[in-house]
């Protein structure tokens, strides 16, 4: 089957990676989509195919996940770090101000870019989370990011999946969990199913505390000028409602709508969230 995305292979910025992209073809202007911590493009397979044609979607594997290189110094998985190789994949597709669509800690970059070149993007949408990140969360996805699971197969994988997202999707099926499994897995050599991503990513998570929590109100600010739209799990402990409230109460341009039943973090294929970024969209 002929693949929907061309892929797309870029230097890192600092020159000493080879990264990964999916570029999906489209007329209207470009929509940058940006994995959460431990994920990569294929999260957004459905979104993206939803989008393209009418936008141009271009979906990156961050540096150490997905088809992208690993990195040799774990000091460089770091936010900063992968804004700058996001401003050199804008640079090398010549996107013009893309609108900016961030899960979790794509979100946390989304922020970071628009605040340092607010006139650079068209606007964000940010998928559970905020300028205030819970604690709680952070914890949570400590204890089981970087560890290496016991799985031999599919089934395992899935199994796997069911144990460490259950609370975020207490009504998934086994299909819907075989699917998570695709996602976030890739066969090695010898067909055995290993999470794709480096486990050094989970360097910067280690030992998460309250005084960890990153605090982004002192960017806000610069955001403000940018339409918004912020999606939240309902059942979320990453970001708040009470959050989300003061995030519309400084954001004249923001709009928000939040996901029943789903956690961290809305995998933004459920009608509450295509709906919503449909909407959004329309005024682009």
Not at 82 to 88: E, L, P, R, V
Not at 227 to 237: F, H
């Amino acid at each position: 089957m002929t693949e929907a995305f061309a892929a797309v292979t870029y230097p890192s910025a600092d020159g000493r990676l080879e990264l990964y992209a999916r570029d999906y073809p489209g007329s209207g202007p470009a929509l940058l989509l940006m994995h959460g911590l431990s994920r990569n493009s294929a999260d957004f397979g459905e979104l993206a195919e939803r989008l393209c044609g009418r936008f141009r979607v271009v979906v990156p594997d961050q540096r150490g996940r997905g088809r992208s290189q690993y990195d040799p110094d774990p000091a460089n998985y770091t936010p900063a770090t992968y804004c700058q190789d996001m401003s050199a994949l804008i640079k090398r597709l010549k996107l013009e101000r893309p609108i900016l669509i961030g899960t979790s800690m794509g979100g946390l970059m989304a922020m970071l870019m628009a605040a340092m070149a607010p006139a650079g993007f068209r606007g964000i949408v940010l998928n559970d989370v905020g300028p205030v990140v819970d604690t709680a969360g952070l914890v949570r996805i400590a204890s089981y990011v970087g560890k290496s699971p016991p799985v031999t197969d599919w089934e395992s994988a899935a199994a796997y999946c069911r144990e460490t997202q259950r609370d975020a999707f207490p009504g998934y099926d086994v299909a819907q969990w075989q699917a998570f499994a695709r996602r976030i897995f890739r066969e090695d050599a010898a067909g055995v199913p290993r999470l794709a991503y480096d486990p050094s990513i989970a360097a910067g998570l280690a030992g998460a505390t309250p005084t960890a929590t990153p605090d982004l109100w002192a960017i806000w600010p610069a955001l403000t000028g940018l339409p918004m739209l912020v999606i939240r799990g309902a059942l979320s402990d990453i970001l708040s409602a009470a959050t989300v409230q003061e995030m519309a109460s400084r954001h004249p341009q923001l709009v928000h709508a939040e996901v029943s039943g789903v956690g961290h973090t809305p995998m933004l294929d459920e009608p509450q969230s295509v709906t919503a970024i449909e909407a959004y969209l329309r005024q682009f």
